[in-house]
């Protein structure tokens, strides 16, 4: 096994987030600390004839706000999350991407699923509307890896850039990946849902409050009646509940 590298040392310089209990760093660890809970039952779809109605909804949140509107049309939120949180966590830096230093500045981003809903509404069209009705750009904005690639369009970040998916591993790999980055460069990793970390920037995205999401999630861990009994102002360990949301670094 290669020893520790103890020379060399990891900082963490800003840090983003986009959540179901603020929309900024400040908001969102003082919800943490008072224990002001993010789940509620879910708004984005009529959960009505689902077992699981409860999940961690990102609230006021404005994707034109952060990112160019044209692309935010053309995405979804898993996508618009991801840049929010990445340009969070240089702002708080107080790092500047220049023209000399982009492409020393990279973009470590992952996903334990990436964006889904897109991926189903062009397919709903598609069995519905026919072929021409998907939209020709959906596949470009729906990878999993798309988010780490408006990252570095947004930011001018454009060194480094990848994208680790190992399921609720995800996060972890991510840090580790930014922590073995090459020397001198700064990076991005990023979290969301249960994920990530970095330099610049440390992300990774998830919109989980999906249909299939919420539906595979109870079966999958045998939750199915949890939203019966759950207080829904806190999660038990153990306890499986869907949200969505960003974390950058």
Not at 68 to 80: L, T, Y
Not at 89 to 96: K, N, P
Not at 215 to 238: A, K, V, Y
Request: hydrophobic content about 40%; charged content about 20%; glycine content about 10%.
């Amino acid at each position: 096994m290669r020893k520790p590298d103890y020379n060399r040392r990891v900082v963490v310089t800003g840090v983003g987030v986009v959540s179901p209990v603020g929309n900024d760093k400040d908001t969102a660890w003082s919800n943490l600390v008072r224990g002001v809970s993010g789940l509620a039952e879910i708004t984005v779809f009529d959960a009505s004839p689902y077992e699981a109605k409860l999940a961690g909804e990102v609230k006021d949140f404005s994707a034109s706000a952060w990112m160019d509107p044209k692309a935010a049309r053309r995405s979804e939120k898993s996508m618009h999350f991801g840049v929010a949180a990445a340009k969070q966590a240089l702002s708080d830096s107080g790092f500047e991407i220049t023209d000399e230093n982009r492409t020393d500045v990279g973009v470590v981003f992952g996903s334990g699923a990436g964006g889904q809903q897109m991926m189903i509404d062009n397919f709903t069209s598609l069995e519905t509307r026919g072929p021409r009705t998907v939209a020709p750009t959906f596949i470009a904005n729906a990878l999993t890896d798309s988010t780490s690639g408006m990252i570095a369009i947004e930011t001018g970040a454009i060194g480094h850039n990848v994208c680790i998916v190992s399921a609720c591993a995800t996060g972890t790999h991510n840090v580790g990946e930014g922590a073995e980055a090459k020397a001198g460069d700064h990076v991005v990793v990023h979290y969301t849902g249960w994920l990530t970390s970095g330099t610049v920037f440390d992300s990774s995205r998830e919109n989980l409050a999906t249909r299939p999401g919420v539906t595979g999630e109870p079966i999958e861990f045998s939750l199915e009646n949890m939203s019966h009994f759950i207080d829904w102002q806190r999660s038990e360990p153990f306890q499986v509940i869907r949200g969505e949301g960003e974390c950058a670094v």
